[in-house]
């Protein structure tokens, strides 16, 4: 049950930067001409390693899809499963690795844009 609160938690908005409203509700394509760049790279791919130990009782290597949302200010506003890895503690765990991620922000015209984009988050039983 704690899980699930945590998954509902995580997909909450963050007060997302620029982005317009109808972009909160659900993933959508945005036009940019540079896509966004990690910035944190050693902290973020940090976080999926302490959410894939942090997952219990996932008796096989499995991988949840998720989507997150990356404002002008290059935070990820929104998370969400994309495709479920079919357990509910690793989907948790991987929206909040999701959050960890930093980004130079997409950019379009020269201007910062808020964009969808997909992150895979693998779990693997020896971790």
């Known amino acids: 049950m704690f899980a699930f609160l945590l998954m509902l938690a995580l997909q909450l908005p963050l007060k997302p930067v620029g982005c317009d409203s109808a972009l909160l509700d659900k993933p959508a394509r945005t036009p940019m001409s540079v896509p966004p760049a990690i910035v944190n790279r050693a902290a973020a791919f940090d976080a999926i390693e302490r959410a894939a130990r942090s997952v219990g009782g996932v008796p096989h290597e499995t991988?949840?899809?998720?989507?997150?949302?990356?404002?002008?200010?290059?935070?990820?506003?929104?998370?969400?499963?994309?495709?479920?890895?079919?357990?509910?503690?690793?989907?948790?765990a991987a929206l909040g690795a999701a959050r960890a991620f930093r980004f130079q922000p997409a950019r379009h015209n020269d201007k910062p844009v808020c964009v969808w984009m997909r992150l895979p988050v693998r779990f693997s039983s020896g971790r």
Not at 63 to 83: K, M, N, T, Y
């Open 63 to 92: 991988s949840a899809l998720v989507w997150f949302l990356i404002d002008i200010e290059g935070r990820v506003a929104v998370a969400q499963i994309a495709r479920s890895s079919g357990y509910e503690v690793a989907d948790s």
